[in-house]
């Protein structure tokens, strides 16, 4: 199966909503009760996310129509939730871009892998973070390479292990 990744569309809204919502029965089911909880509401958020053109959706083409399986947020340039990190640091201040939301609806093998390709031929150095309840995410971005720099606060001010990911040189 080839999947394509591409810029998401007021359209795609339906689908990127149920996604969100089996990432969230997910994160629930593995011992994640507090990152996006019921009460979070990402609608306005995901729209302006496509309004600025940095929300991204992963999709393959069966017969003619396309499905779309998962969603992230791709941000090139200062995060202001990157500003400031405790209990660590970053390990270089150059430029870089933040990978936010990710979901997924659990149908596709190495997601993660797949947005991460993605975002590393755009910008090859990137930052994201996690709960720290969100064991699953912990692990696959350590295995894909990334690093735990330290800790990071949301805009609701709730704490996130920060991760960052350097293309090595040869």
Not at 99 to 120: F, P, Q, W
């Amino acid at each position: 199966m080839s999947y394509m990744i591409r810029k998401a569309e007021k359209e795609d809204l339906p689908r990127i909503y149920e996604i969100y919502e089996t990432a969230r029965q997910f994160m629930r089911e593995n011992g994640n009760h507090a990152q996006w909880g019921a009460g979070d509401r990402p609608e306005e958020l995901l729209e302006d996310d496509i309004s600025q053109g940095n929300l991204y959706v992963l999709e393959d083409a069966v017969a003619d129509e396309a499905i779309i399986h998962a969603v992230f947020a791709f941000i090139e340039g200062e995060d202001p939730v990157y500003l400031k990190i405790e209990q660590g640091s970053w390990m270089v201040d150059t430029e870089y871009a933040a990978v936010h939301r990710v979901a997924s609806d659990g149908t596709v093998r190495n997601v993660l892998e797949k947005i991460m390709d993605y975002c590393k031929a755009q910008i090859p150095h990137l930052r994201i973070d996690t709960h720290e309840d969100n064991k699953v995410m912990q692990h696959v971005l350590e295995k894909y390479g990334f690093v735990r720099c330290g800790i990071v606060y949301v805009s609701d001010g709730s704490p996130r292990i920060a991760y960052e990911l350097l293309e090595k040189s040869e």
